[in-house]
């Protein structure tokens, strides 16, 4: 590997360590060390390629990082750089899940995390500012991304988030006339990952199906959730606990509350919560039953999106040179702004509406506007004040 390649992995590592408020704030994360500061690929390329992830299945930010690292180093960088992404919260959260029944058990309360909810709203509304400045520049574009706004606010479906973003798409795919024609288009698509996905879907399901192993129907359960989830971390979650607490009672409400607490308070992927799950799911064969099931969950949940990520992006850019694609990307990132406004508003919603909360929200969102305030610096602030208050 190469110095770059070296310095890459750093950021990424800076980026799983200190990326807090789920996909939608850490695009704006990506956007100031990935592209302004290191100039890894374009504004244009990075919004492209997040747009790109949104459509699929999986943890859009994970698949964002794995993207750009592909376009550096191709696979190895690519593999490296999803393993940095992922370790930190993933470990973070396993611990948590063998020390929840310590806190619960000694009455300690999660309190001190309070200040940090309304602070992810605020990078989140950062985020859907950022990105909306960026990307909307046409009055069809502004109207898609107040439809889209409203639609995903209103309907929490999964299935809303690729839909609208198909519909975008192919609303401004029919102005591809506007764009001029390239030449030497040669599409050539490797099947190897998309078959690999699905085998392992059907596989999964087979054994599932017909074996009494807890860990095995972890995996299965986990690797269809994350194959079927688009839209991020938000939508993951209400799926998880339909079906863990409420169907299997794997752990309780307030369990995976309090999990759902302290993933809002750590960097990098949402999609780690379920790492925590798979930790408690395990718990009555001990530790290290709990260490395997948060091993089987995290692999499972972000296996699908890693598949099918290194599916597309091997054609990705030979695909943009079709004008009807190109087009379409204006529709898509404008949907994608629409997204991140919706969730900045839905993620206020659990959080106790107080002229604080509200205070912090706004206070979050005119720093990270207005001043260089580093993002870790506000969230340690955030933290200790929840210990000190």
């Not at 990082?65 to 490296?80: H, Q, R, S």
Request: charged share 10%.
């Amino acid at each position: 590997m190469s110095l770059r390649h070296y310095i890459f992995l750093k950021d990424v590592l800076m980026l799983a360590l200190t990326a807090f408020g789920g996909p939608q704030a850490h695009i704006a994360m990506m956007l100031k060390l990935l592209v302004d500061k290191r100039g890894y690929v374009t504004e244009q390329e990075l919004i492209e390629l997040n747009a790109l992830c949104q459509i699929l299945p999986g943890p859009t930010s994970t698949q964002t990082i794995t993207a750009i690292g592909y376009k550096i180093g191709g696979p190895n960088l690519a593999y490296l750089a999803l393993l940095v992404w992922i370790l930190p919260a993933a470990t973070l959260m396993a611990i948590a899940g063998v020390g929840i029944s310590y806190l619960e058990e000694n009455n300690i309360s999660l309190q001190f995390l309070r200040y940090i909810q309304p602070m992810a709203v605020g990078f989140v509304a950062y985020a859907a500012y950022m990105i909306s400045s960026k990307v909307v520049h046409t009055k069809t574009a502004v109207s898609l991304l107040v439809i889209s706004a409203i639609l995903a606010y209103f309907f929490h479906s999964p299935w809303v988030f690729p839909v609208l973003l198909l519909a975008g798409g192919a609303v401004t795919a029919l102005r591809f006339r506007q764009h001029p024609e390239e030449k030497d288009k040669k599409l050539d698509v490797q099947w190897a990952n998309f078959i690999l996905y699905v085998a392992v879907f059907v596989a999964a399901a087979l054994v599932g199906a017909f074996t009494s192993s807890l860990p095995v129907r972890l995996f299965e359960n986990f690797y269809r959730n994350g194959s079927l989830v688009f839209g991020g971390g938000q939508v993951l979650v209400p799926l998880m606990y339909t079906e863990f607490v409420d169907f299997k009672n794997y752990l309780t409400g307030e369990e995976f509350l309090s999990g759902y607490a302290l993933v809002q308070a750590l960097p990098g992927p949402t999609f780690s919560f379920c790492t925590f799950i798979g930790n408690l799911a395990m718990r009555r064969f001990g530790i290290p039953g709990q260490l395997l099931g948060s091993f089987v969950a995290t692999v499972g949940i972000f296996l699908p999106g890693t598949f099918l990520i290194f599916f597309v992006i091997r054609f990705w850019d030979e695909l943009k040179k079709y004008r009807v694609v190109r087009a379409s990307l204006e529709g898509i990132s404008a949907v994608s702004s629409g997204m991140v406004t919706a969730a900045a508003i839905q993620l206020y919603h659990p959080i106790e509406n107080t002229p604080l909360n509200f205070g912090i929200v706004v206070a979050t969102f005119c720093l990270l506007m207005f001043t260089k305030v580093p993002a870790p610096l506000l969230i340690l602030t955030g933290l200790l004040l929840g210990f000190v208050l």
